[in-house]
């Protein structure tokens, strides 16, 4: 390593250690705990700033649990009502990427992003087994962020400990879990719902987690939907009372709207399956994440399902493959 690496290194180090001791100071008495199980493993998160509160609890309440020891601790601070601010930043202006990631911060122990827009910092660091979310004031941050909050620190969490995360709505019919993944627009929330509506069971609008025990379980990480109302707006759907712990993978869909009445379904194969995977990961690609995704491409029967007009028809295609 050479000096100058070794020295970025240390002030990373240095500076992850700081932003440690500002998030006890902020969160020295919490507003919220929250001990969640997620995939089967236990998180805590602690919350300082009541608006955060109200934006990160409603899309967890459903994986609460009892207090346990935790593989994974988030602090989630609000500097506008808790006063703290992180330390200063140890990077350039010019090292912020258009994608939120620190240039040269995502490294075997740490992932560090800054999304400017939302001025929200979020550090994963591996080896403490710990993640620090910053805004600077919750009332910034927009609305659809309440469907999925924290999503980057437990989805990189979920990859270090081999579970894949996928962009998918998720139900469960019976006992069988099927994910619904697609590009945006492809209909996955749609469908999703049309599901739910049919009397399936909630395992997630956007992101489901699945762990390998050996074979694919899916659980939900977000207990939200959302809807499309009129002039391309959203409204957020509280599904926690539909919502299912886990269930069996049985099959992954890749949608897309079709000018057809019917619904047409065809097998995809692995490859096929992973690309259209990874194309929609929550992940940004790191490469602990692409292993969980081929896993699914690879143990999980996928199919191409192109959506007709006929919603019924929609819904008898997922139940056929859940079979």
Excluded at 138 to 146: G, S, T, Y
Excluded at 261 to 290: K, N, Y
Aim: glycine share 10%; aromatic share 4%; proline share 4%.
């Amino acid at each position: 390593m050479s000096r100058a690496a070794s020295q970025t290194e240390r002030s990373i180090d240095a500076f992850v250690d700081r932003l440690a001791e500002r998030a006890d100071q902020a969160l020295a008495v919490p507003d919220d705990v929250l001990h969640l199980s997620l995939a089967g493993r236990d998180v805590r998160v602690r919350v300082g700033g009541r608006g955060l509160v109200e934006l990160v609890r409603p899309a967890l309440r459903h994986a609460l649990v009892a207090g346990a020891d935790p593989s994974l601790t988030i602090d989630a601070w609000d500097r506008a009502a808790t006063g703290v601010a992180p330390p200063p930043p140890v990077w350039d202006q010019d090292d912020l990427l258009g994608s939120g990631v620190v240039r040269g911060q995502v490294n075997d122990r740490y992932t560090i992003t800054y999304d400017t827009w939302m001025r929200m910092l979020t550090v994963y660091d591996r080896l403490r087994s710990r993640a620090f979310v910053h805004v600077a004031d919750v009332a910034e941050v927009p609305d659809w962020v309440r469907r999925s909050p924290l999503r980057n620190p437990i989805s990189w969490w979920a990859a270090d400990a081999g579970v894949a995360v996928l962009h998918a709505g998720t139900v469960c019919d019976g006992d069988a879990a099927v994910a619904i993944t697609g590009a945006s627009g492809s209909g996955k929330s749609t469908t999703t719902l049309a599901c739910v509506d049919a009397g399936m069971g909630f395992l997630g609008d956007d992101a489901c987690m699945v762990r390998f025990e050996p074979g694919a379980i899916a659980s939900p990480m977000f207990g939200l939907g959302k809807l499309e109302v009129g002039d391309g707006g959203q409204q957020v759907i509280d599904l926690t009372h539909r919502t299912v712990a886990s269930a069996p993978l049985r099959a992954v869909l890749v949608v897309s709207v079709a000018a057809q009445q019917h619904t047409s379904v065809e097998a995809l194969s692995p490859t096929q399956a992973f690309r259209a995977l990874v194309e929609g990961s929550l992940d940004e690609g790191a490469g602990t994440a692409l292993a969980g995704l081929r896993r699914v491409a690879t143990e999980v029967a996928c199919y191409r399902v192109l959506l007709g007009s006929d919603r019924s028809g929609v819904v008898a295609a997922v139940r056929e493959v859940a079979r």
